[in-house]
Protein backbone atom coordinates (compact mmCIF):
# COMPACT_ATOMS: atom_id res chain seq x y z
CA UNK A 1 0.00 0.00 0.00
CA UNK A 2 1.48 3.51 -1.15
CA UNK A 3 1.76 6.42 0.99
CA UNK A 4 -0.83 8.05 -0.70
CA UNK A 5 -3.37 5.60 -0.09
CA UNK A 6 -2.24 5.18 3.50
CA UNK A 7 -3.46 8.90 4.00
CA UNK A 8 -6.35 8.68 1.83
CA UNK A 9 -7.77 5.76 3.80
CA UNK A 10 -6.69 7.10 7.35
CA UNK A 11 -8.92 10.60 5.73
CA UNK A 12 -11.98 8.80 4.96
CA UNK A 13 -11.75 7.09 7.93
CA UNK A 14 -11.93 9.84 9.94
CA UNK A 15 -14.57 11.83 7.99
CA UNK A 16 -17.22 8.68 7.50
CA UNK A 17 -16.88 8.57 11.65
CA UNK A 18 -17.73 11.85 11.85
CA UNK A 19 -20.09 12.15 9.29
CA UNK A 20 -22.45 8.71 10.76
CA UNK A 21 -21.89 9.77 14.18
CA UNK A 22 -22.87 13.81 13.65
CA UNK A 23 -25.04 13.55 10.65
CA UNK A 24 -26.87 10.81 9.92
CA UNK A 25 -30.05 10.59 11.76
CA UNK A 26 -31.34 6.75 10.75
CA UNK A 27 -33.09 5.01 13.62
CA UNK A 28 -31.85 1.74 12.37
CA UNK A 29 -28.16 3.17 13.14
CA UNK A 30 -27.44 2.43 16.67
CA UNK A 31 -25.41 5.52 18.89
CA UNK A 32 -22.22 2.89 19.25
CA UNK A 33 -21.33 2.61 15.86
CA UNK A 34 -17.82 3.31 14.88
CA UNK A 35 -16.09 3.22 11.55
CA UNK A 36 -12.75 0.48 12.75
CA UNK A 37 -10.86 1.19 9.59
CA UNK A 38 -11.37 1.94 5.63
CA UNK A 39 -9.13 0.30 2.95
CA UNK A 40 -9.52 2.11 -0.58
CA UNK A 41 -8.17 -0.08 -3.68
CA UNK A 42 -5.02 1.06 -5.68
CA UNK A 43 -7.09 2.98 -8.07
CA UNK A 44 -9.08 4.53 -5.11
CA UNK A 45 -12.30 4.19 -7.67
CA UNK A 46 -13.64 1.71 -4.24
CA UNK A 47 -13.42 1.72 -0.51
CA UNK A 48 -14.20 -1.32 1.87
CA UNK A 49 -15.23 0.64 5.41
CA UNK A 50 -15.79 -1.52 8.40
CA UNK A 51 -17.95 -0.65 10.66
CA UNK A 52 -18.14 -1.88 14.46
CA UNK A 53 -21.64 -1.60 15.99
CA UNK A 54 -22.23 -2.57 19.57
CA UNK A 55 -25.15 -4.85 19.71
CA UNK A 56 -26.79 -7.93 18.86
CA UNK A 57 -26.17 -9.62 15.15
CA UNK A 58 -29.47 -8.07 14.47
CA UNK A 59 -28.27 -4.38 15.19
CA UNK A 60 -25.54 -5.03 12.78
CA UNK A 61 -27.49 -6.43 10.02
CA UNK A 62 -29.82 -3.21 10.52
CA UNK A 63 -26.94 -0.94 10.45
CA UNK A 64 -25.32 -2.41 7.87
CA UNK A 65 -28.98 -1.78 5.93
CA UNK A 66 -28.68 1.76 7.33
CA UNK A 67 -24.98 2.57 6.03
CA UNK A 68 -25.60 1.15 2.60
CA UNK A 69 -29.17 3.31 2.06
CA UNK A 70 -26.97 6.29 3.25
CA UNK A 71 -24.03 5.17 1.23
CA UNK A 72 -25.10 7.57 -2.11
CA UNK A 73 -25.15 10.67 0.77
CA UNK A 74 -22.28 9.85 2.44
CA UNK A 75 -20.29 9.85 -0.75
CA UNK A 76 -21.85 13.20 -1.62
CA UNK A 77 -20.92 14.85 1.80
CA UNK A 78 -17.19 13.51 1.97
CA UNK A 79 -16.77 15.26 -2.26
CA UNK A 80 -17.41 18.46 -0.11
CA UNK A 81 -15.22 17.37 2.80
CA UNK A 82 -12.22 16.11 1.62
CA UNK A 83 -9.92 17.18 -1.53
CA UNK A 84 -9.98 14.30 -4.40
CA UNK A 85 -11.36 14.35 -7.74
CA UNK A 86 -13.61 11.29 -7.30
CA UNK A 87 -14.86 9.64 -4.06
CA UNK A 88 -14.91 6.24 -3.66
CA UNK A 89 -17.67 4.12 -3.99
CA UNK A 90 -18.48 3.02 -0.12
CA UNK A 91 -19.15 -0.63 0.58
CA UNK A 92 -19.60 -1.30 4.05
CA UNK A 93 -18.69 -4.44 5.92
CA UNK A 94 -19.21 -5.20 9.67
CA UNK A 95 -16.37 -5.40 11.90
CA UNK A 96 -16.39 -7.79 14.74
CA UNK A 97 -13.18 -7.82 16.55
CA UNK A 98 -14.57 -5.87 19.20
CA UNK A 99 -16.92 -8.39 20.40
CA UNK A 100 -13.86 -11.39 19.95
CA UNK A 101 -11.53 -9.04 21.83
CA UNK A 102 -14.80 -9.05 24.15
CA UNK A 103 -15.42 -12.81 23.88
CA UNK A 104 -11.59 -13.57 24.44
CA UNK A 105 -11.21 -10.96 28.11
CA UNK A 106 -14.07 -13.17 28.93
CA UNK A 107 -12.47 -16.36 28.68
CA UNK A 108 -9.21 -14.98 29.98
CA UNK A 109 -11.37 -14.31 33.23
CA UNK A 110 -12.65 -17.61 33.66
CA UNK A 111 -9.22 -19.37 32.91
CA UNK A 112 -7.53 -16.48 35.94
CA UNK A 113 -10.89 -17.46 38.02
CA UNK A 114 -10.33 -21.42 37.37
CA UNK A 115 -6.71 -21.35 38.13
CA UNK A 116 -7.39 -19.01 41.56
CA UNK A 117 -9.56 -21.72 42.61
CA UNK A 118 -7.55 -24.75 41.89
CA UNK A 119 -4.40 -22.47 43.69
CA UNK A 120 -6.94 -22.57 47.04
CA UNK A 121 -7.71 -26.23 47.40
CA UNK A 122 -3.86 -26.88 46.89
CA UNK A 123 -3.11 -24.29 49.43
CA UNK A 124 -5.84 -25.53 51.58
CA UNK A 125 -4.76 -29.09 50.83
CA UNK A 126 -1.06 -28.65 52.09
CA UNK A 127 -1.84 -26.99 55.34
CA UNK A 128 0.82 -27.29 57.46
CA UNK A 129 1.67 -30.19 60.27
CA UNK A 130 1.79 -29.75 63.91
CA UNK A 131 4.98 -31.41 63.60
CA UNK A 132 6.55 -29.80 59.91
CA UNK A 133 9.92 -28.51 61.18
CA UNK A 134 9.45 -25.32 59.16
CA UNK A 135 6.61 -24.15 60.96
CA UNK A 136 7.71 -24.62 63.67
CA UNK A 137 11.49 -23.75 63.80
CA UNK A 138 12.84 -26.74 65.21
CA UNK A 139 15.51 -27.52 62.51
CA UNK A 140 15.20 -31.42 63.73
CA UNK A 141 19.35 -31.50 64.56
CA UNK A 142 20.08 -32.29 68.34
CA UNK A 143 21.46 -29.05 69.61
CA UNK A 144 25.00 -29.09 72.07
CA UNK A 145 24.41 -27.90 75.09
Known amino acids: MTRRNER ?23 DMTSVTA ?31 SAAGMLRHALAGR ?18 KASGMLQLMDQVAAEDRARAARLTSSHAPSSHDPAQTGDSGEATKD
Open 82 to 99: VRMRHVPRLQFLTDTTIE
Open 38 to 68: VVCSADLSEARVSVSVLGSAEKRVQALAALE
Open 8 to 30: VNHTLQRELGALIAGELKDPRLP
